[in-house]
């Protein structure tokens, strides 16, 4: 993407027919703008009436900055003149519809912008000639789309300066797979045709992904070179030797047939000196400027509020997690050193892989399940309760199979209330693990 906003992404994602330093220095602009928010979509004031001009009231509509369907309101708050084809046809259209209008004055001073409907405001400018006389007026630039528009007037009136032409289209693809893999990062791009998710960062961009590419780029190319041809009234061969990307200042383009005239009168109609003449307007520009930044500086303030909140909350959930993590292990280990996998003398060093593994639960209980038994299980009876004292010796069954298997005469089994376990050695231990007695 060309802006680290992720709304003005969007809005500078698919063609672009405008001059690439002009682009450059927009999207660098925007970058370290750091927006945190977009206002409202600035739209075009109604077209203005010049009664002045001569042959009667003449309607000047402007196409100045960079061209965008929709131009996000926060270009204003920056200082970046755009225009909205939305906006512009709007316009045109109310000047069409004007009986008072006369004559409708395209004032021209734009590198150019994004295909987004441009082709269709072309169209209507080229239709409007049909109703009332069309005149593109060029101060100091006519480039790409902005070229495109003026193309279809009747007639282009040009400074000996300006800059005419940019006649062609551009995408930019990024390739970030291999700087993604150098950082150990795969992207998985899950798609339903070869052709989607074409340019997703960190995914490789294959050669039949450029060729598809290619062929919008040539076909958006043929509708700039035959809106040309059709509004100059040359041939598209020979728009198309002029469809480089060049420019060329007025009085070159002239002799192309890509300027009518060259005049010094084209000045660009930008609004700051009437806005000077008029205090009233100024003022309240700058109170709804003033609005806007209140507005903003609110939405930051919540913002930063939530954050904390959830920076709060988060910290708090980790905090129950590793608690939850450190008495899994802790039960893990207990568990293994009551089989006998875990001996005092190795608990420290089996302790220290458990803080290795860190969240991996499921990394130490494996660990320490394919630990072999140490020592045997430390085995506990009880003296039986008297209902499950057989009635020939007066111990239990179970009791008394494990004194034939051993040795031990059931009276011993019955009488001695000290004993808790025997030995490997078939010893009879205390409580304190000391030997009470022998098997005989």
């Excluded at 409708?104 to 405001?121: K, Y």
């Excluded at 299980?377 to 008297?386: D, F, N």
């Amino acid at each position: 993407m060309l802006t680290n906003h992720p709304c003005l992404s969007l809005d500078f994602a698919g063609l672009w027919a405008m001059d690439a330093t002009h682009l450059r220095r927009l999207v660098c602009d925007l970058h370290h703008a750091n927006l945190q928010s977009l206002g409202p979509v600035v739209g075009l004031s109604s077209p203005s009436v010049d009664t002045t001009a001569g042959g009667g009231p003449v309607a000047t509509i402007p196409i100045h900055g960079v061209i965008m369907k929709k131009v996000p309101g926060v270009f204003s708050m920056l200082g970046i003149e755009a225009t909205g084809t939305t906006e512009t046809t709007a316009a045109i259209q109310a000047a069409l519809a004007d009986d008072s209008i006369e004559e409708i004055e395209i004032s021209v001073d734009s590198p150019g912008g994004s295909v987004a409907g441009v082709q269709q405001l072309a169209d209507l400018i080229h239709e409007a000639r049909k109703v009332k006389p069309v005149k593109a007026v060029v101060s100091d630039m006519a480039a790409s789309a902005a070229y495109w528009l003026a193309s279809q007037a009747d007639t282009i009136e040009a400074n000996p300066s300006a800059l005419i032409g940019s006649i062609g289209v551009y995408r930019v693809l990024v390739d970030s797979s291999k700087a993604m893999d150098d950082d150990g990062i795969q992207v998985h791009l899950i798609k339903s045709g070869e052709h989607k998710g074409t340019g997703t960062p960190g995914v490789h961009i294959s050669e039949a992904q450029i060729e598809e590419e290619q062929r919008i780029v040539d076909g958006v190319a043929d509708m700039f070179v035959g809106a040309v041809a059709r509004g100059r009234g040359l041939a598209i061969e020979k728009v198309r030797e002029f469809a480089t990307g060049s420019t060329w200042f007025a009085d070159e383009a002239q002799p192309m047939g890509l300027v009518d005239e060259i005049t010094t009168a084209a000045m660009p109609q930008h609004g700051g000196a009437d806005m000077a003449d008029k205090p009233e307007a100024a003022e309240i520009v700058d109170q709804a400027m003033k609005a806007q930044i209140d507005a903003l500086e609110l939405q930051v303030l919540d913002l930063t509020g939530q954050l904390s909140a959830k920076s709060a909350e988060t910290a708090a959930q980790a905090a129950a997690l590793n608690s939850i993590i450190e008495i899994q292990k802790t039960e893990i280990l207990n568990d293994g050193a009551k089989r006998g996998a875990i001996v005092p003398a190795m608990r420290a060093e089996v302790e220290n892989f458990a803080q290795f593994c860190e969240d991996d639960v499921e990394k130490l209980r494996s660990f320490v399940d394919a630990l072999p038994v140490q020592t045997r299980a430390t085995t506990e009876s009880e003296q039986p309760a008297e209902q499950e004292r057989n009635v020939a010796g007066d111990i239990s069954d179970d009791d008394a199979a494990v004194a034939k298997l051993l040795g031990i005469s059931t009276e011993d089994m019955r009488t001695k209330s000290n004993w808790r376990a025997i030995s490997a050695g078939g010893a009879i231990l205390d409580d304190d693990g000391k030997v009470v007695g022998g098997i005989h």
